[in-house]
Nanobody, 120 residues
């Protein structure tokens, strides 16, 4: 199994930046694709970004502002968020799976989430 823990969330003013980190433990992290999702109150969980060994994927709403990366030596995956907007406010989850995708069902392991709040 893989255990995932997110960190780096907080309150930031619109236009600011945050860097989220996902720390993995358990089975070899290099075997898994990584995805980031977010969920705002009253809304469905939505895709943000994903990365495997060959490609990266981004939701249209975050292209050009967010960057996903991973450090296999440290067993971490990061989401750099720039030019934050109030609509980015949500709980952000990292996930790991065997196949990269934009659907939550593609992922087998999930972190507990970290809150990101963007004020105007």
């Amino acid at each position: 199994q893989v255990q995932l823990v997110e960190s780096g969330g907080g309150l930031v003013q619109a236009g600011g930046s945050l860097r989220l980190s996902c720390a993995a433990s358990g089975r070899t992290f290099t075997r898994y694709a990584v995805g980031w999702f977010r969920q705002a109150p009253g809304k469905e969980r939505e895709f943000v970004a994903a990365l495997d060994w060959l490609r990266t994927l981004y939701a249209d709403s975050v292209k050009g502002r967010f960057t996903i990366s991973r450090d296999n030596a440290k067993n971490t995956a990061d989401l750099q968020m720039n030019s934050l907007k109030t609509e980015d406010t949500a709980v952000y989850f990292c996930a790991a799976g065997t196949v990269v995708g934009s659907r939550p069902a593609a992922y087998d392991y999930w972190g507990q989430g970290t809150q990101v709040s963007v004020s105007s």
